[in-house]
């Protein structure tokens, strides 16, 4: 129930509202939402055979922006001629499986309840789109298609079909649609296609029937129209080269057959990009580049054939004057350019057996040009339908397209009234009673079926059947196109007038046919002489039979059909058989062809379950908003709306399953509420007399409950509402309680279910650790690096010094040690970024000590924590003679040491102080002896802990006395100072046992070195220099 579905909407809105008066202002919307929005589905109008009422609700959705409404299962649509937001691919969502009834009116509920039907109950479906021009058929039939690609299954195969079911529609409107009066975009063919679904309900194929095209367009065009989009999409579009190549130019004036309407541009209309669109469409759909130029080919040659020109020779015959167009004609066609030439200006005729060739004269031929152009362009757009056919055909074998269901799309030209109608508004009138009958029959079968099966007393239902007037158009002999077809063959004078007597003759009788003749003076007075009236089942329509007969027999001369059969051009080789000449049977006429393909879409109609779509214009000028009455009365009576709404109405206004009903309204009453026990059908019994329900309202079935008025059923929903704040309240409580329950508890199995996973996981990837990385162990080892890392990444050393690093993992070792690395220079490089100058100083002096001591030295272990001192001795501890004779040499270093004497090693305490360039010994005030670095040879020290050093000289220069035999208390210090100022790193010799050094020139002295407890250095028996060295640490020389 389409009302009480809005109320649902709201009230579930109401529940989003924030605060309670606000909830209380939506819920009074509610009420009052039926007088403002109308109701959803016409047959709730209580004055239901009101066309007033009728409009007034259509009127009040429109203006709020709701353009559809129901009959019952038929959708009513008012064309916006605005963009709205209810195609979005949300919206799609929206009606996806959703009941219909549960949601507002909508093409997508319509398209998504056929499709599911057709899926549950596996019946072929179709959909039926009629209204004027510019209701907006085209459109719903794109938003079907598109509803369908968007929500169906699909694969990478559907997907493609999928794709060329969509671009099918602009090459087929390129050619199939122009402008007109009526609509910028007015469909000039009929057409249904089917959409093919396999058995998991996806788009696999499909397939166009095209119903008679306006050919006459071709050639001529009122004022203000435009012939096919694609003269002035090829003109505008076109490459430059394809123009030169088509020998055409970018100017659509120059074209006889563009000119004619006075209408090149239209503002709502880019034919440069729409030529983009339809370039691509076509290869999209699969045409090859071959075909596209040559169906462009033949667009060209009509353009050319148009501009074809004859002049009347004194004789009155005709001749070409445009040579240049018959050049170009005869290369894109493909034909001989003079044979050509001389089919349009001659026609052949055989008399007594013997063909002869018959001049035209120029009325003639300009006749003869354009029925060649109406031929080609005409059998071109078949010959494209077909060819799109091929591509939309379904192409699995395992999976025969007999199997397929089916939903068909039916966009065909609604009822047309115009000022004068002509053959044209005969055949789509006739095609609109046939239309009718199909309703009639399918929506009163169901509604009969429907009472059947709920087994309550079928009440016939005043309806009018418009056989009659099918029958006079169609019947055998008698109808009126066996008339016309009839006056089409039969040799002599007939013309239009002739036929129009014969229907009289023939018809006259009829009570659904009229004429000038058989008029009374009343209505004659509004019926031209040439003019018929039918009284269709829509309303009176008067035709004038200007022209049926030719239209009838759309002929082309034999000859012209001759040189077409001759064409090399691919497409019209499949266009013009040769069969066709030697076939003496004359082709069967427009109104008989159209008829015989009418009946076979009935047939295929009647096969499938139909869904109706009503398109209504709301004005004639386009415009957004706009309601014209006048206008929009008229079409309701000429769509049969309230027609339809009295046949759906005649018994009851509404009917729902029990379950449904009593779900809906059971808190209505005590014993209903909160849950019926026994048979449905005696808990609707006992709600509904609860709330009086008359014997005469209502109506219980075997599975539904039928009410016959809308006011029952509203009062019902009105008293829900007044209860519902309350139980709203409490069923949403309830519900949001469920609901969060539901979550935690799926969360918590959810949780569950990964934690085992998890320690499966584990167990099986422990057990596989040390196989090669497979399936099964990768989780476990890729979990092992992880938490390495992560562990390490948390426990990085923080000092230089601090040498810990956690165990890795077999497979990281070799990472785990780059990492090692990399993370110790890292914390080198930032120490040494954060260090002071002096520090860099001792540091370094430091490093020189390790490279010459380390190891080697027994006393360096305890120098290392002892940082070193600039110098220790400063300026008072020297005697100022000795500065006075350093002169301007300045002193680096000084240190107290103890000499002993080369011969009888005798200890005397000494300085030695160290300057750019040389080592001084001191004695108090006097410089004993100065050795220049360049002539320090080497020093030696012992490996014990004790302070000796012997400075070696060269003992050839005899400024020296040999070497120098010291101590100091600091040797470490003092000697890396030495060595540093002298630049001796190398130079510096660690003995064990013992240090040989020279005397005087020839004479050797030695030094023996033993370790013991205590410092000892004393000379020896053997006249050697014995020091006893302690252990490390006890005499602490550094
Ligand atoms: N649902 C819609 N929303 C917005 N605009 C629409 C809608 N339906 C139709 N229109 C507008 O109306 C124009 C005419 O619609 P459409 O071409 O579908 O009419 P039609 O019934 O197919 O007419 P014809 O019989 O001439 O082919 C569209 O080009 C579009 O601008
Ligand atoms: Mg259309």
């Known amino acids: 129930l389409s009302y009480l579905s809005l109320s649902c909407l709201t009230l579930s809105l109401c529940l989003s509202a924030v605060g309670s008066d606000g909830v209380r202002v939506m819920m009074e919307s509610a009420l009052t939402a039926r007088d403002r929005v109308g109701v959803q589905d016409f047959v709730l109008l209580e004055n239901h055979t009101s066309e007033v009422a009728f409009i007034e609700n259509l009127r009040k959705r429109f203006k709020e922006n709701l353009i559809y409404t129901y009959i019952g299962s038929v959708l009513v649509s008012v064309n916006p001629y605005k963009d709205l937001e209810i195609y979005t691919k949300q919206h799609m969502e929206r009606y996806r499986g959703v009941n219909f009834y549960e949601v507002s009116p909508h093409i997508y509920a319509v398209s998504d309840n056929a499709y599911r039907s057709m899926r549950t109950e596996r019946r072929d479906q179709c959909m039926l789109i009629s209204g004027e021009s510019g209701a907006g058929k085209t459109e719903a039939s794109k938003k079907v298609l598109q509803y369908y690609a968007v929500t169906c299954p699909a694969s990478e195969q559907v997907q493609t079909v999928k794709d060329r079911l969509l671009q099918s529609n602009p090459v087929l409107e390129a050619f199939g649609n122009a402008k007109t009066l009526r609509n910028d975009n007015s469909s000039r063919f009929g057409k249904y ?33 435009r012939n096919f989009h694609i003269f002035y999409q090829l003109i505008e579009g076109g490459e430059e080269d394809l123009l030169r190549r088509l020998g055409l130019e970018r100017n659509t004036q120059q074209y006889q057959y563009l000119v004619k309407g006075n209408c090149p541009k239209v503002s709502s209309i880019n034919d440069r990009s729409d030529w983009k669109l339809v370039r691509k469409a076509l290869s999209v759909i699969g045409f090859s580049d071959d075909d596209v130029e040559e169906l462009l080919n033949i667009i060209a040659s009509v353009l050319h054939l148009g501009n074809v020109q004859f002049g009347g020779e004194d004789s009155g015959n005709a001749y070409i004057t445009t040579d240049t167009q018959i050049k170009y004609l005869a290369r894109l066609l493909g034909v001989d350019g003079s044979v050509l030439k001389e089919a349009l200006t001659h026609k052949k005729i055989t008399a007594k057996g013997e063909e002869l060739m018959s001049p035209l004269n120029q009325e003639q031929a300009s006749s003869a040009r354009d029925a060649l152009s109406k031929a080609i362009y005409g059998r071109t757009f078949t010959w494209l339908v077909n060819k799109i056919n091929d591509s939309l055909a379904f192409k699995d074998d395992s999976f025969s397209s007999k199997n397929a269901s089916v939903i068909g799309l039916l966009d065909i030209y609604g009822f047309e009234v115009f000022q004068n109608n002509s053959f044209e508004q005969f055949c789509i009138n006739y095609c609109n009673e046939k239309l009718q009958q199909l309703f009639i029959e399918l929506t009163l079968k169901s509604e009969q079926e429907e009472y059947e099966a709920e087994g309550i007393t079928w009440e016939p239902v005043q309806y009018f059947n418009n056989k009659i007037i099918c ?74 039979v200007n022209g049926f007969l030719d239209k009838n027999n759309d002929l082309l001369f034999r000859n012209l059909k001759e040189v077409m059969c001759m064409s090399e051009n691919k497409i019209l080789t499949q266009c013009f058989d040769r069969e066709e000449l030697t076939d003496r049977k004359r082709p069967e006429t427009t109104a ?35 309601f014209d009455e006048v206008l929009i009365r008229h079409q309701v009576k000429y769509l049969g709306l309230m027609e339809n709404l009295r046949v759906r109405r005649a018994g009851f206004a509404y009917r729902r399953r029990y379950e449904v009903f009593l779900q809906r309204y059971k808190s209505l009453c005590p014993d209903t509420w909160p849950n019926w026990d026994g048979r449905l059908v005696d808990g609707v019994s006992t709600l509904v007399k609860h709330l009086g329900y008359k014997p005469e309202e209502y109506k219980l079935g075997r599975s539904k409950i039928f009410i016959r008025f809308p006011k029952t059923l509203f009062a019902t929903e009105d008293a829900l509402e007044e209860i519902a704040q309350p139980f709203v309240y409490r069923s949403a409580a309830i519900l949001i309680q469920a609901w969060w329950r539901g979550i935690l508890a799926r969360r918590r199995a959810q949780r569950r279910r990964e934690a085992a996973d998890t320690i499966r996981r584990f167990i099986k990837g422990f057990m596989y650790r040390h196989q090669p990385r497979c399936p099964e162990n990768e989780y476990f080892l890729d979990y092992v690096r992880y938490s390495f890392l992560m562990k390490l990444h948390r426990n990085l050393p923080k000092t230089v010094l601090d040498k810990s690093w956690p165990t890795p993992p077999p497979a990281l070792i070799e990472t785990s040690e780059h990492l090692r690395k990399l993370c110790m220079q890292n914390m080198v490089w930032k120490y040494c970024k954060t260090i002071s100058p002096e520090w860099k100083h001792q540091l370094e002096q430091k490093m020189v000590a390790s490279e010459i001591f380390k190891d080697k030295k027994d006393n360096y272990p305890q120098s290392v924590p002892k940082l070193f001192v600039g110098t220790r001795l400063n300026g008072e501890d020297i005697n100022p003679k000795v500065l006075q004779a350093l002169g301007t040499e300045k002193m680096k270093y000084g240190v107290p040491v103890t000499k002993y004497d080369r011969k009888g090693y005798k200890a005397r305490a000494r300085q030695m102080l160290l300057t750019g360039s040389s080592v001084f010994i001191v004695e108090d005030t ?17 490996s014990l802990s004790d302070g000796m050093f012997v400075l070696h000289v060269p003992c050839e220069d005899n400024k020296q006395k040999g070497d120098v035999v010291l101590q100091s208390d600091h040797v470490i210090e003092t000697l890396t100072k030495v060595a540093i100022c ?36 004393a000379k020896a028996k053997n006249g050697h220099l014995s020091v006893v060295g302690t252990s490390a640490g006890k005499n602490i020389s550094l």
């Open 193 to 225: 296609m089917d959409i093919q679904f396999d058995f998991r309900g996806a788009p696999v194929g499909g397939h166009i029937l095209n119903y008679l095209l306006e050919k006459s367009r071709v050639v001529h065009q009122s004022h203000g129209e």
């Open 471 to 544: 029958d006079l158009v169609e019947e055998k002999f008698k109808g009126i196109i066996s008339i016309l077809d009839e006056e089409c063959l039969r040799p002599g004078d007939a013309s239009d007038i002739t036929f129009l007597e014969k229907l009289e003759d023939t018809v006259g009788g009829h009570v659904h046919f009229l004429s000038h003749k058989l008029a009374d003076g009343k209505t004659r007075k509004v019926m031209g002489r040439d003019e018929f009236r039918l009284l269709h089942y829509a309303g009176e329509v008067n035709y004038s």
């Open 592 to 626: 008989t062809q159209f008829k015989n393909s009418l009946a076979k879409l009935m047939e295929i109609l009647m096969s499938k379950e139909p869904s109706y779509v009503r398109c209504i214009k709301p004005n004639d000028a386009k415009q957004a908003g706009r």
């Open 926 to 942: 006097k410089l004993k002896q100065r050795i220049d670095y360049s002539a320090l040879k080497g020093i030696s020290v012992s």
């Open 982 to 1017: 002298a630049d001796k790193i190398n130079s510096i010799n660690i003995n064990q046992g013992s240090i040989k050094f020279t005397v005087s020139q020839g004479k050797e002295g030695i030094i023996d070195f033993t370790s013991g407890s205590e410092l000892l250095i």
